[in-house]
Each structure stands twice: as structure tokens, then as C-alpha cells.
């Protein structure tokens, strides 16, 4: 007995520390610690760390960008109120390094917290194979796999129930059916049109990927289409011209969302391996009712991705 009672005190205790401890206090990264950089890259000044917060166990994932120069701030940017220490001067040449006014010196950061081990290898500096995925092996491998292991929809659901992200909602139609809302992606600032990324995620539950679209869905895909092109247009005067309106497959969250990205941005996978466009998915369901139920398709994995080892179990990496 008196060892059940010290077993919920102390879990209790536990509990009362982790939530007084609760990072992050969302106004700095206090008490942080670094413990290994997952991936850099020097080109896009793209940096994700994993590491933990004081007196806290679970792990964070924490992604560095930095920003675009504000094209609207150029001038303040070149003004007085930016300081400079030479570092090259020969003839008519110098460089400077440029300490720009703290509201302009921002970069962003994601904060994934608590994070999972699966975000962990997402993140990480990894291999990446391709699969060409048929049918058949969409059925043996693929489909048990994305059932058993994938991550948590529950940032999903939260932005269609409401309960998160609601004021940040561009566009809503409620049909159960053929309704969606359209907001911001994460990866997106909201501040640079260039770089506009916005995702539209369907009411209708149960949809999975790609592979599930068939002649049922039309009245959805072209609903998305229409009126997230058009929103995009009044919202940010960016036309359907210079839009990319695609899904991923594979996708990482199994509820079916269509992504809308700036034709300047090159967004992680907009690439050939990736990224199916919407109006293509439209025409070849137009043209074969069941045409991503017979489909191969080619995506990649990452080598510490379920998917990877599951090909590779059953042989398909010889
Ligand atoms: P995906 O193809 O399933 O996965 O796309 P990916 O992240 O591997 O591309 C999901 C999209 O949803 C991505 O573009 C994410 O940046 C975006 N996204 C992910 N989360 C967790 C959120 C979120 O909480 N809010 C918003 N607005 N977008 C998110």
C-alpha cells in the first residue's frame, strides 16, 4: 500500500515538474541544450538540431532558416541603422559584416515538441532509394506499413475542429464532401509572396494518399482547384499561372491535403519524385476512373524510414 501511495506521489510529482518545467515559455529558447545537428545545409541556410529542454526528457526538434531580405525593409536595411565592421578593403572592393536592426534580423524556427524518434530520422542527414511501387506492392508493403507507423494527424484534426490555426484559416467550404479549408503552410512565414505556401486539407475523412482518388472524388479535386486558385488570386494577387498546386506522394501525414506553393519556390518536394499536380491527378482520373489503383508509382525513401526497411525486408533492395 505505502508503496502505491509513494508511486503516485512521485508521479504525480513528476507530472507537477514536467508541466511547471513545460518548455517552451514561447518567448525564448531558455534552458535549451543542443545535442546533436541533424542536418545542415549551407545553401539554404537550413540547420535542424535535435536537443532537449532543462529538467525535461522528451526530445525537441528545432529547425533554423534564415530569412529572405525583406524587399519592403531594403532601405532601412542600407540606412544608418545598420552597423558594419570592414573586413576587405583593396582598391575599390570591401566587405563588411552587416548588424542589421534587431526587427530585421529574425530568422525563422520551428519548434517540434515533444518530438518522436520518426521526427528525429525525418529530420537527419540520410540516403535517400527510390521504389517504383505497384499495385501489388502498394497492397504487401506500403499499406500495412503507413497503418502500423505514421505520424500523429492530430495537428489534422485540430485545424479542422477549430482547435488550432483557426484565425490563421484563408478560406473555408464546409461541404462534408467536397469542403475544405485552405491556410498556411508551417513552412511558411507568410511574409514573402515569393515564396507563398499554402495547404488546403479535406473535411472528408478517411482519404488517405493519391492512391485512394478515384471518379468519386472529381467534385473534391475541382473544388480545391477552383477555389483555392481563386482565393490565392484575391488574397495575395498571385495568379494560377504561377502556381504549383500539387500532393505528395509519398505524403507524411496520411489525411489527403493539396499543397500551393509560388512557382519561384522551390519547396522541399516539388521535385519529379514527389509531387503529382492536382490538374494532372484531375485529367488521368477524367481519362481512366481507376487510374492510381493500377498505377506503379515512384517516390523515395529515406533509409531510416519504416517504408525503407520494409522494402528492404521483403527483399525489394537486392
Ligand atoms: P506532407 O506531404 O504530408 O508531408 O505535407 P511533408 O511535411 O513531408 O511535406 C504536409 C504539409 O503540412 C507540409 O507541407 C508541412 O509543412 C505542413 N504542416 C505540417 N504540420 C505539422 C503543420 C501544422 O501544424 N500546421 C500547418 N499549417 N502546416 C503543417
Known amino acids: ?124 542527414e540520410q540516403d535517400h532509394y527510390i521504389i517504383r511501387e505497384t499495385p501489388a506492392l502498394y497492397e504487401k508493403i506500403t499499406l500495412p506499413c503507413l497503418e502500423s507507423s505514421n505520424f500523429s494527424m492530430k495537428w489534422v484534426y485540430n485545424i479542422l475542429d477549430k482547435k488550432s490555426e483557426a484565425d490563421r484559416i484563408v478560406m473555408e467550404d464546409p461541404d462534408p464532401d467536397s469542403g475544405f479549408v485552405l491556410l498556411p503552410d508551417m513552412k511558411w512565414d507568410g511574409k514573402d509572396v515569393d515564396s507563398l505556401y499554402l495547404i488546403a486539407i479535406v473535411h472528408r475523412h478517411g482519404i488517405k494518399s493519391l492512391r485512394d482518388l478515384g471518379q468519386q472524388h472529381l467534385p473534391l479535386l475541382k473544388n480545391i482547384l477552383e477555389k483555392g486558385t481563386n482565393t490565392i488570386q484575391e488574397k495575395y494577387s ?38 503529382h499536380l492536382l490538374e494532372d491527378v484531375i485529367d488521368n482520373i477524367e481519362t481512366c476512373n481507376d487510374f492510381y489503383q493500377n498505377k506503379s508509382l515512384m517516390f523515395t525513401v529515406r533509409e531510416n524510414q519504416q517504408l525503407y526497411k520494409d522494402y528492404k525486408e521483403n527483399g525489394y533492395f537486392k
Do not use: W
Open 238 to 275: 498571385v495568379a494560377k499561372s504561377q502556381l504549383r498546386v500539387y500532393f505528395h506522394y509519398q505524403p507524411s501525414y496520411y489525411h489527403l491535403h493539396v499543397h500551393f506553393t509560388h512557382l519561384r519556390f522551390e519547396a522541399p518536394g516539388f521535385d519529379a519524385l514527389r509531387a
Open 1 to 124: 500500500m505505502a508503496s502505491t501511495v509513494k508511486k503516485m506521489c512521485d508521479s504525480s510529482d513528476s507530472k507537477k515538474r514536467k508541466i511547471e518545467d513545460s518548455p517552451p515559455d514561447s518567448k525564448s529558447f531558455k534552458g535549451f541544450s543542443i545535442e546533436r545537428v541533424l542536418r545542415e545545409d549551407q545553401r539554404t541556410k537550413f540547420v535542424c538540431l535535435e536537443g532537449k529542454f532543462k529538467g525535461n526528457e522528451d526530445l525537441a526538434v528545432v529547425l533554423l532558416e534564415k530569412e529572405h531580405f525583406p524587399t519592403q525593409s531594403l532601405g532601412r536595411l542600407l540606412s544608418n541603422e545598420t552597423t558594419l565592421k570592414e573586413t576587405l578593403k583593396n582598391d575599390i572592393y570591401s566587405t563588411y559584416e552587416a548588424t542589421p536592426p534587431t526587427d530585421l534580423s529574425g530568422f525563422k524556427t520551428t519548434l517540434i515538441y515533444p518530438a518522436t524518434q520518426k521526427h528525429v530520422d525525418k529530420y537527419s
